[in-house]
């Protein structure tokens, strides 16, 4: 790749470039030569491979050139018209793929998963990505901006530029976003607001800079979010799957892959306000017990409530590459990871626990190419990974992966 001193590209110059393939990250690839013979890779905003584009420069660097296409010169056949009025490359920059049919976002994605792992893991993969309902409507958090006249909106892309909207059609209704954007809120915040299974919204605000917490200013002060039959709190602060069938998804495939029997001992790491856990407990039974660890402190006193009258439940608040290393069994561990993944020294210290599984929830392939690479090392082999479209119009992607050692003959 060359840097743009070589290559002479400027912010605002424009080119007709083919585009090849998705990249990691939401962004397309495309090629240039110089007059010279210097060749450069472009990554694109809002194109599909096999199209033929004239694309506008909008940053370079000496690693990376990014470009947004401004018109299309031969289209793919799933090009399709984005659903949101607010979806263009100068428009909000949540939704990176509503100009792609639904069908072909995911087997996009697919790709990338593949292309991660081969690059990666040098494993050759091949794993469908599943829908789990409509593209539309399907999102139950989120975080706006307020503009400096109060108007609410979200970020363009690659930018603290707020775009106001009116609506946003990948919240559910309930979220609110058509009546809040007809009032004059507080300038300059960010405003997350959540709907629970349960019908309880909440609306919090943060100053837009800095490190300030979110305070609540409408709603409970907690959430309640039912998984099967379980009713587990979420406060402000705890993290919670966004779309609204991820919970139950994704516990029914961790608890598929783990095939957990009464009386094991079960890790669940970055456990949160303890998913996983809950969806383990009848499983391990009253002769079983589970150890969720978690480093939020507000994730953990949610965690606490939801099972404080479960004494197989040990919960401890701390960084989990720390608390791991003085854990000497498990029989099987859960390990749902921020988007860095778990890295070398976690897996290190799963290994040498040596539970017969390990079910890795990942919502970045390339981490969990990189995490499955250090547990082949330690000798855990890829058995099942299942990969679920859990962010409709958007490049993002949730996995679940299951690991177990290596037979010995």
């Known amino acids: 790749m060359e840097s743009k001193a070589q290559i002479s590209l400027q912010v605002g110059q424009r080119l007709t470039v083919d585009i090849e393939k998705i990249a990691h990250g939401g962004h397309f690839i495309a090629r240039h030569e110089s ?32 470009a947004d296409v401004i018109k299309v010169i031969s289209a793919s056949p799933d090009r399709v018209q984005a659903p949101c009025k607010f979806s263009h490359r100068n428009g909000c920059g949540g939704c990176d793929f509503q100009h792609i049919s639904i069908e072909r976002q995911r087997s996009l994605k697919s790709e990338v998963i593949r292309e991660q792992f081969e690059r990666i893991a040098k494993m050759d993969l091949s794993v469908e990505v599943e829908g789990v309902g409509d593209a539309l409507h399907w999102r139950t958090r989120i975080t706006a901006t307020t503009d400096h006249q109060g108007s609410l909106g979200f970020y363009s892309s690659r930018s603290h530029h707020v775009i106001p909207v009116d609506e946003c059609i990948i919240a559910l209704p309930e979220i609110g976003i058509a009546s809040m954007s007809s009032q004059k809120l507080t300038p300059d915040v960010r405003i997350e607001i959540a709907y629970s299974s349960e019908g309880e919204r909440m609306v919090a605000e943060a100053p837009k800079s800095g490190d300030g917490k979110f305070r609540q200013n409408t709603g409970p002060a907690v959430l309640h979010e039912r998984v099967g039959g379980d009713l587990l709190q979420v406060s402000q602060r705890s993290f919670w799957q966004g779309h609204k069938r991820a ?121 969990l190419a990189r995490d499955t690479a250090y547990l082949s090392e330690k000798g855990y082999n890829l058995k099942k990974i299942r990969a679920f479209d859990l962010f409709p119009m958007t490049h993002h992607i949730e996995c679940v992966a299951l690991f177990t050692p290596n037979e010995v003959s």
Request: hydrophobic content about 40%; overall charge negative.
């Open 247 to 367: 919970p139950q998804v994704l516990s029914d495939v961790v608890r598929d892959f783990a095939q957990i029997q009464e009386g094991e001992n079960i890790l669940d790491l970055y456990g949160g306000v303890g998913l996983f856990t809950s969806a383990c407990l009848n499983e391990v039974g009253a002769s079983g017990s589970i150890h969720l660890v978690e480093g939020s402190k507000d994730a953990t006193s949610d965690a606490k409530s939801n099972f404080a009258d479960k004494q197989n439940v040990h919960i401890t608040t701390g960084d989990v590459a720390k608390v791991i290393s003085r854990i000497n069994r498990a029989d099987v561990i859960i390990l749902d990871p921020p988007r860095e993944g778990a890295g070398k020294d976690v897996v290190q210290e799963i290994a040498r626990i040596t539970p017969r599984s390990v079910i890795y929830v990942a919502c970045d392939p390339a981490a």
């Open 35 to 66: 007059e010279s013979g210097k060749k450069a890779v472009i990554f694109v905003r809002h194109a599909i491979p096999g199209e033929k584009v004239e694309i506008e420069i909008t940053s370079t660097s000496t690693n990376f050139i990014r």
